[in-house]
């Protein structure tokens, strides 16, 4: 399977911005789920492999949707804008869980 990390999809931020509350956003990422269990055959798990799962804080979406209702977007504006914030967010944790994962690694081999 490729690594490869596409832009969202819209639908996320379209359930958000339709939901009557505020949801609360729990950004997670995870590194090395498919040297555990691998993509291709055999599948079967593999013990011993380092799993690095990270949970951000909470997203405070409040502000970015008052500002996207009150700037006038269109729907299709208002989707892309919200799930542009989300991608990003979720992309700084990637990175912050990639050093987390590459720091698990270096103690699992020192």
Known sequence: ???TYLRFKW???RMILESPVTPMVIPMWHIGM???LPNQPPYYFRCGKTVTFNVGPPLDLGP???SIRASGASDEEARSALTRLIQDKLYE???ETEELH???V???TS
Request: glycine share 4%.
């Open 1 to 3: 399977m490729d690594q």
């Open 11 to 13: 639908g996320i931020a």
């Open 34 to 36: 498919e040297t555990v």
């Open 64 to 66: 970015a949707l008052e």
């Open 93 to 95: 944790l990637k990175r």
């Open 102 to 104: 590459q720091e698990h």
């Open 106 to 108: 270096k103690c699992k």
